[in-house]
Nanobody, 123 residues
Framework: VQLQASGGGLVQAGGSLRLSCAAS????????KGWFRQAPGKEREFVVA????????YYANSVKGRFTISRDNAKNTVYLQMNSLRPEDAAVYYC?????????????????WGQGTQVTVSS
């Protein structure tokens, strides 16, 4: 499975962006999906995860209520809708897929990673 993340850009604080992560090579509908981010000088951190069915999601406290993960199996794509963006949300955002299918926040359990897309939030 190859993942291609897109949709990053520059936005003012309080604004919105929608990130996309398109999978190719095979369907990843049976995979758990996740988004992580890495700000300059910091370790990569968990943002949100979804189990294979889409019925279970888990958000980092820092984004809960502002970010929403969704998927479109027909398009083999997972999305991250980001609202009310803050300067501290600025980072490179990575999508990932876990073949196990169960929801997980552990980076090490994700098998496939996208290349990252830059999100910049101006204050």
């Amino acid at each position: 499975v190859q993942l291609q993340a897109s949709g990053g850009g520059l936005v003012q604080a309080g604004g919105s962006l929608r990130l996309s992560c398109a999978a190719s090579g095979r369907s990843f509908s049976s995979y758990a999906k996740g988004w992580f981010r890495q700000a300059p000088g910091k370790e990569r951190e968990f943002v949100v995860a979804m189990d294979w069915s889409g019925g279970s999601t888990y958000y980092a406290n820092s984004v809960k209520g502002r970010f929403t993960i969704s998927r479109d199996n027909a398009k083999n794509t997972v999305y991250l809708q980001m609202n009310s963006l803050r300067p501290e949300d600025a980072a490179v955002y990575y999508c990932a897929a876990c073949a196990r299918g169960d929801i997980t926040i552990k980076e090490a359990l994700y098998d496939y990673w996208g290349q990252g897309t830059q999100v910049t939030v101006s204050s």
